[in-house]
C-alpha cells in the first residue's frame, strides 16, 4: 500500500512539475512585444530567449526593472541567458524585430528562478506544524530530480523544433532546385536535337 501511495505521489509530481513562466509566439517584421511580469521581495532569477526561426535567427531583446532602469540590452542575438535579482513592482522583457523588413521570428522565452522551488512553495505552504518527514525528504528529492528531467525535456524539444524547421527548409529548397535543373535539362536537351536536327535535314532545291 506504501509503495502504491508512493508511485501516485511521483506520478502527480511529474505532471505538476513548474520550471517557470515560458512562452513561444510569432514577431512579425518591423514589430515590437514586450510582457510585463510584477515581483515581490528580492530573488534570483534567470531570463532565457532563443529565436527558433525566421530571417537570420536574431532578435533585439531588453529588460527593464521598475524604475526604469535597463538591466539588459541586446541587438540581433539568436539566443541567450541574463540574470538578475527581482524587486517589488512591474518588470518589462521587450523583443523588437523593427529592423528587419519582411522576415517574422517565431521567439521562445522562459522566465523562472536559479533556485529551484520546494514542493511546498509551489504548493504555497509557508510554514509546517510538524518536522518533515522521511517520505517527504524522498518526495523532495524526486521533485528535483523531476524538475531537472522536465528542464532537459524542454530544451531537446526546442532543439527538435528548431532542427525539424531547418531540415523542412533545406528539403523545400533542394526539391525546388531539383525541379529548376531538371527543367533546365529537359530544354537544354530539347534545344539541342533540335540544333543537330537542322544540320541532317538536306535542304530541297527549288526549280527556277
Known sequence: MIKMSLVLLVF??????????????????????????????????????????????????????????????????????????????????????????????????????????TLDSEAGVTSRPNAPTYLDAVLETVHKSFTKIAMYQKDSRLKEGSNKHAMDSLNNGVQFWSVLITFSVLLTGLGQVIVLKTFFTEKRKTKA
Not at 15 to 32: H, M, Q, Y
Open 12 to 117: 502527480i509530481i511529474l505532471n505538476n512539475v513548474a520550471i517557470g513562466d515560458t512562452l513561444t509566439f510569432e514577431l512579425s517584421e518591423r514589430e515590437k512585444s514586450c510582457f510585463y511580469q510584477d515581483f515581490s521581495g528580492s530573488r534570483k532569477y534567470i531570463l532565457q530567449y532563443k529565436v527558433l526561426r525566421g530571417g537570420n535567427n536574431d532578435i533585439d531583446a531588453s529588460l527593464e526593472s521598475p524604475n526604469g532602469k535597463i538591466l539588459y540590452k541586446e541587438s540581433r542575438q539568436s539566443r541567450d541567458e541574463f540574470e538578475f535579482y527581482t524587486s517589488n513592482g512591474t518588470f518589462t522583457i521587450c523583443f523588437s524585430n523593427e529592423f528587419s523588413t519582411f522576415s517574422a521570428k517565431v521567439i521562445y522565452f522562459e522566465l523562472r528562478s536559479q533556485v529551484m522551488e
